[in-house]
């Protein structure tokens, strides 16, 4: 490592997270550990004193749990006790989760009640016959319920829910059913069943009458023979699942390596997107964070194991399903022009965001195009087949035919559909090419809600795109901007008066100003999280302007005490900024202490979950949203009114909206929150990784920070890669150096590996490259500026020859 000051602050932040996350669950537990549970003992919900159940050997907890995406909700349930994720294996009220305050009690008559703190009833576990007189939580994870001659009245392991433990069977008729979604406990889309033929299947079903649809896996342990039929599902105390037969035949639905039991936990479950997994994960994990591992996934390829009869499969409508290494679902749009259905919701399907052909005029074939998407297709709802026909006979034939949105061609034969498509998949192994149609242009469907209209005084295109939805830090994230206090925006300003176009200083704000009241209601008592950060929490609602309309809630939580003139006043100046590539602000509230801002909603979110996860976008994208950026960048450098210097670019504070334009997030809000006039820059502001090195060395702060960091962000658009990655032994990688090595070396395809067409495009990666290594660089001065950045990476003027961005290190 080059650079010792970047070397000292990856390991100095890794550790204390670190041992953060690894105390979080143990700080919960308290020793108690008989596992018994005594006639009228109880728990109660959101009580920080009370200690959950534990069975003897600590292994299992039974208690509440609060919900991810909802503080004041918790979930009566039972998880593993020692593992950090604590897993949950088992819960009563997904449907109904239970308010701050509720209590679960065992009771002679009833088994287990859970009631809200009026005293309401949600569940009871109820028993089969006469007086309970004590319960108690296995080793093995089960909750039983007994009378006083040791005769049990109940178990959770008769009543599972979406997994299955060791030593737990189901009977024929039994069934899992997956939850809704990672965080939503209620009903889900898939089950597991063992039918009364004998044959263990798992099969989606209809929200909310639970009718089932066809099986997309099956046991084949059915026999019109009864006496040979399976009767029972039985995962073995050694981890092995399988299906037992009436002649006690046993067929194996584990086929994976299974591990030892006494050193490691199995689990079966049914996860929320239909896969059915048998994990393990060891019990000594001696400090290393530890993971379930797969040993088997039913079925190998959900994607193309539903192609059957109705329902929408694990990826919603007009979805697209490809699988990821771990054999789970991946679900995307299939162009575009697409977006989600509920922007919240990945497998919830999407819709054409422009209008679709109808057979008159105004919609004919002259304004669609159809895209082409190699190895996939829509097995279900044709309604014409052609046969013998060639790629181009099938295509003009659904350009031409008004009811057609979709040709699949695929070995000389042609099929014509309709919307919806289901089960829609795209793996290597589909011998098909899709032709979707689609709208020429860009085209957008006019705006959904009567926003007053907006003044964009720069660029007459700018369309005003609504509803577009806002993105959500990551809890990593903010667990780092928690820890180190440094990591905050930071807002300077001086007076540009004589560059501002004069149009921009007669611009009114129409800001709206919010009661703390009005905006309580629109997030409804404040309750749907959608991310957090340095600057406060971020919450979901919804205002009424003509509409409803979905907005994002920003509830600031450290604002310096100003006078309130002076907010209104820097308040005023954000609202100001009118540009398609800023975030916009809709309004605020001051009120008493309460400091809130309310933003338009994006959908799609920051740009760093589609950079470094699962859903890579394409070269042309990354390069549309890096000059997206760029012109926001110099948008608020030198268009406004006000110079304002953002001081914390990173993909975390861009987000997208459905149509990948980039917006940038956060402007200006560090003036709010720090009012630091000493203009002595001893605090660092800004985000480790993306910081120039003025902000080390006492210089003066300007526009270039925001160069910089830009040159550093553009190199992660550029490789998909993190501007510091640290490794599992402790080395940490630094995007620039490696950049600058592989520029130097001449050798540069080295940062896009694999991605054809950023290969096929070496012109521009070279541009790119080039401009984000004159950012980089250790001398503000030497940095060009954003109209300089854009000029160049827009091809209008050439890119020189950069120096070594880093002559102050020693090597
Ligand atoms: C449980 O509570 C009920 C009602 O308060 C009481 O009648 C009963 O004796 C209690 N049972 C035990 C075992 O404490
Ligand atoms: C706990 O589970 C094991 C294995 O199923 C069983 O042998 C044991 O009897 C159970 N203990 C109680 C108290 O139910
Ligand atoms: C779970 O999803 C259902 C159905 O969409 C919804 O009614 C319910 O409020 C959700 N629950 C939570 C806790 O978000
Ligand atoms: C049904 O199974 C029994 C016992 O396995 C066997 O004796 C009988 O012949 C079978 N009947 C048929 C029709 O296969
Ligand atoms: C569990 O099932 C497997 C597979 O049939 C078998 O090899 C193993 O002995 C069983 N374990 C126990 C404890 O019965
Ligand atoms: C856990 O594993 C470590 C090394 O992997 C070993 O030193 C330690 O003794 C183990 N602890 C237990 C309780 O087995
Ligand atoms: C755990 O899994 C995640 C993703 O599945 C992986 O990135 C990480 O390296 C794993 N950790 C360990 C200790 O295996
Ligand atoms: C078709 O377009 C023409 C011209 O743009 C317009 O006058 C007419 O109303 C449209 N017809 C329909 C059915 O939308
Ligand atoms: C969008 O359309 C306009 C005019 O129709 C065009 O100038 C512009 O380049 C298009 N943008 C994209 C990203 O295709």
Redesign the pocket.
């Known amino acids: 490592m080059r650079d010792r000051t970047c070397a000292g602050m990856v390991l100095d932040l890794a550790f204390p997270i670190f041992f953060l996350i690894l105390l979080l669950p143990c700080s919960l537990i308290r020793a108690q550990n008989t596992g018994a549970i005594g006639i009228n003992d109880s728990v109660t919900a959101g009580d920080k004193r009370a200690t959950p159940w534990l069975s003897p050997s600590q292994d299992f907890a039974f208690g509440f749990r609060q919900l991810a995406n909802n503080k004041d909700l918790y979930l009566l349930a039972i998880w593993y006790n020692k593992i950090p994720d604590r897993t949950i294996v088992w819960f009563a009220n997904g449907a109904d989760p239970a308010p701050t305050n509720s209590k679960v009690q065992l009771t002679a008559q009833q088994g287990l009640v859970l009631t809200t703190p009026q005293g309401g009833e949600i569940w009871t576990s109820g028993i089969s016959m006469g007086e309970a007189a004590q319960g108690f939580l296995n080793d093995t994870g089960n909750l039983v319920i007994s009378n006083s001659r040791a005769e049990k009245l109940w178990q959770s392991f008769d009543d599972p829910t979406d997994t299955l433990l060791p030593t737990q069977t189901m009977e024929q008729g039994g069934r899992l059913s997956s939850r809704l979604s990672e965080t939503n406990y209620s009903q889900g889309r898939f089950q597991f069943r063992l039918l009364h033929d004998g044959n263990a299947v798992l099969n989606t079903n209809n929200l909310p009458t639970g009718l089932a649809y066809d099986a997309y896996f099956w046991s084949n342990t059915y026999d019109t023979n009864v006496s040979n039929a399976g009767i029972r599902v039985v995962f073995n105390e050694s981890g092995y699942l399988f299906v037992l037969r009436a002649n006690d035949e046993r067929v194996l639905l584990t086929q994976g390596r299974v591990v030892s039991a006494t050193e490691n936990y199995h689990r079966a479950t049914l996860n929320f997107d239909g896969v059915f997994v048998l994990y393990s994960h060891p019990k000594n994990?001696s400090g290393?964070?530890?993971?379930w591992?797969i040993i088997r996934t039913m079925p190998a390829n959900i994607c193309t194991s539903i192609r059957l009869g109705m329902g929408s499969g694990p990826c919603g409508f007009n979805s697209i399903c490809t699988l990821d290494d771990?054999m789970r679902p991946i679900c995307r749009c299939p162009h575009e022009s697409f977006s989600l259905l509920d922007p919240e919701d990945k497998y919830g399907g999407c819709k054409p965001h422009f209008p679709t052909q109808y057979c008159d005029d105004n919609y004919s074939a002259d304004n669609f195009d159809l895209v082409e998407l190699t190895n996939t297709d829509w097995p279900q709802t044709d309604y014409e087949t052609y046969s013998p026909y060639n790629i181009e006979e099938c295509t003009k034939a659904c350009l031409q035919d008004c009811f057609c949105n979709v040709a699949i061609f695929g070995e000389g034969t042609c099929w014509k559909k309709k919307l919806p498509l289901s089960f829609g998949r795209q793996d290597t192994s589909v011998n098909r090419k899709a032709f979707i149609k689609v709208r020429k242009g860009n085209f957008t469907l006019p705006p959904a809600s009567p926003f007053p209209p907006f003044p964009y005084p720069k660029k007459k295109e700018d369309a005003l795109v609504l509803p577009v939805l806002l993105g959500t830090s990551v809890f990593a994230n903010f667990l780092l901007v928690g820890l180190v206090s440094f990591c905050f925006a930071f807002f300077y300003r001086k007076k540009l008066s004589r560059n501002a176009p004069p149009v921009e200083r007669s611009v009114q704000s129409n800001l709206r100003c919010f009661s703390f009241k009005e905006l309580a209601v629109a997030t409804d008592g404040f309750t749907e999280e959608l991310g957090r950060g340095s600057f406060g929490t971020v919450y979901k609602g919804f205002i009424e302007l003509g509409a409803r309309i979905p907005v994002a809630v920003k509830k600031l939580d450290r604002v310096v005490q100003e006078s309130e003139k002076e907010f209104k006043t820097e308040v005023e100046v954000i609202g100001q900024t009118y540009h398609k590539n800023l975030v916009r602000l809709i309004g605020f509230c001051e009120e008493g202490e309460h400091r809130l801002l309310v933003y338009e909603f994006l959908s799609s979110g920051s740009l760093s979950s589609f950079l470094f996860g699962a859903m890579k976008l394409s070269w042309n994208q990354r390069t549309e949203i890096a000059l997206g950026i760029a012109r926001g960048l110099l948008y608020l450098h030198e268009e406004c009114s006000t110079q304002i210097i953002h001081c914390d670019i990173k993909p975390q504070n861009i987000l997208l909206d459905e149509y990948y334009d980039a917006k940038i997030a956060d402007f200006g809000l560090a003036k709010l929150l720090f009012l630091d006039q000493s203009k002595t820059y001893t605090n660092i502001r800004g985000t480790k990784g993306y910081v120039a090195s003025e902000w080390f060395r006492n210089m003066p702060i300007t526009a270039k920070v925001d160069v910089y960091s830009f040159g550093v962000l553009l190199l992660e658009i550029v490789s998909c890669q993190k501007s510091v990655e640290t490794e599992?032994n402790g080395e940490g990688k630094i995007l620039t150096y490696w950049a600058y090595d592989c520029y130097q070396e001449g050798r540069i395809e080295a940062l896009v590996e694999n991605d054809e067409e950023a290969l096929n495009d070496m012109r521009r990666l070279d541009r790119f490259v080039t401009v984000a290594i004159w950012c980089i660089q250790e001398d503000p001065t030497l940095r060009p500026t954003m109209k300089m950045v854009m000029l160049m990476l827009e091809d209008i003027i050439q890119v020189p020859v950069p120096p070594c961005p880093f002559p102050f290190t020693t090597t």
Do not use: A
């Open positions: 994990f290393g964070s530890g993971n591992s771990d599992r």
